[in-house]
């Protein structure tokens, strides 16, 4: 079973407006982050926000915010007024807790959802 | 700082050559990664590092190999490349466990 599941390949969205992108994740762990990665044409991998686990108010940086809802296994990313640089490829990523013999807090991703902003 | 660098930037093989990419980091972080990314698949970790002179097994290990002789240096390598290695390259690095990675620019490698 995947463990991040983006289920949107494209969305459009007109630029200035707000748009979600949409992002459920797997664990059976107590402890976890999740990370949402920008990856513009030019391929570098842009860190954009972080969600712990154990944060009780949703994440925040800019013109980003993460809408977590922890019961719901859910970790929307929502971009506020739209601009056309903000076209890219959007991958949420989590990070388990480390466990012995097993994860040490490597990054396991979705498979990414393509945002176009249209002017 | 330079952040995350990654050499070479491309790289065509033919089936069975052998090469090493390399990492380097100038943030003093402890973790570094390697990632390969094909289309419609995400990033999948191949081999991490939780500090200098260690190195583990990630997702999709088969057919690298790793070193980490200093910090600051993560080195990929490919003993005899196949096609099925044509991918996009990515290394990371992190400050600690629970910190966000820091991405290199990436290596494009073809495999023909």
């Known amino acids: 079973a995947q463990k991040i599941t983006q289920t949107q390949p494209g969305m459009f969205v007109q630029e200035k407006e707000a748009v979600t992108l949409d992002c459920t994740y797997d664990t059976s762990d107590q402890s976890y982050g999740l990370f949402w990665y920008k990856q513009p044409s030019s391929g570098e991998m842009i860190f954009l926000i972080y969600q712990g686990s154990y944060d009780e108010q949703n994440a925040t940086e800019g013109r980003y915010s993460l809408n977590f809802q922890k019961a719901r296994k859910s970790a929307n990313l929502v971009i506020s007024a739209s601009q056309l640089g903000d076209s890219a490829m959007y991958f949420c990523?989590?990070?388990?807790?480390?466990?012995?013999?097993?994860?040490?807090?490597?990054?396991?991703f979705g498979k990414g959802t393509k945002l176009s902003v249209k002017p | 700082n330079a952040g995350v660098t990654q050499t070479p930037k491309f790289r065509v093989l033919k089936t069975g050559q052998s090469m090493t990419l390399l990492c380097a980091q100038d943030?003093?972080?402890?973790?570094m990664y390697w990632y390969r990314q094909d289309p419609g698949m995400g990033l999948r970790l191949i081999h991490y590092?939780?500090?200098?002179?260690?190195?583990a097994k990630g997702e999709v290990p088969d057919g690298y190999n790793v070193s980490r002789l200093k910090k600051q240096n993560f080195l990929l390598g490919l003993e005899s490349a196949a096609p099925s290695q044509t991918s996009v390259y990515f290394c990371?690095?992190?400050?600690?466990?629970?910190?966000?990675?820091?991405f290199g620019p990436g290596t494009r490698l073809t495999v023909l």
């Open positions: 943030m003093n972080h402890e973790y």
């Open positions: 990523a989590m990070r388990e807790g480390a466990h012995y013999g097993g994860s040490q807090g490597n990054l396991i």
């Open positions: 590092s939780v500090g200098e002179g260690t190195t």
């Open positions: 990371a690095s992190s400050l600690g466990l629970y910190n966000e990675q820091f």
